[in-house]
């Protein structure tokens, strides 16, 4: 069933026009590439701090300005990603690196969504220091390593 959704959507126009476009993928790729960068550029000093690092920087300040950067990077790399899937869906779906990029992926978003649902963080004032938890600092690494191998995965599906 899913070669044979995967076998229209090759077939699509959107799918066609991807492929032929000299500028279209291209332009494509780049936004996927900038969507990672404002992701993972925001998610580094973020999780760092949660590590330890900055201490004089409010934890809430610095997710203030950083996860409204984050989540527009994941957004556009997740929109980007779907179009770069369309342009040869075929060969994605049999690539194990895609699946495995797709569950650390789901599993380094769910990571974010249990950080910044927790329930002290959501009580803190913008001027409020956080206390960093020990369960934040495992989620924080959790974080970087789950994002390294998100990337590193999807560029060595690039390289196969």
């Known amino acids: 069933m899913l070669e044979t959704l995967a076998t229209?959507?090759?077939?699509?126009?959107?799918?066609?026009?991807?492929?032929?476009?000299?500028?279209?993928?291209?332009?494509?790729?780049?936004?996927h590439v900038l969507g990672i960068a404002l992701l993972f550029g925001a998610i580094v000093p973020l999780d760092l701090r949660l590590l330890g690092g900055w201490r004089r920087v409010p934890v809430d300040a610095l997710a203030t300005v950083l996860v409204p950067v984050a989540v527009s990077g994941l957004l556009l790399a997740l929109a980007t990603g779907l179009l770069l899937f369309a342009s040869r869906p075929l060969d994605y779906v049999v690539e194990p690196l895609f699946g495995w990029k797709m569950g650390l992926l789901a599993v380094a978003v769910l990571n974010a969504l249990w950080l910044r649902r927790s329930p002290r963080w959501r009580l803190l004032g913008p001027e409020a220091d956080v206390p960093v938890r020990p369960a934040w600092r495992l989620a924080a690494l959790g974080s970087l390593l789950l994002w390294l191998a998100v990337i590193a995965a999807g560029r060595l599906i690039g390289y196969r």
Do not use: F, I, M
């Open 8 to 31: 229209a959507l090759q077939e699509s126009a959107l799918s066609q026009g991807l492929r032929a476009s000299v500028w279209l993928y291209p332009l494509v790729n780049t936004g």
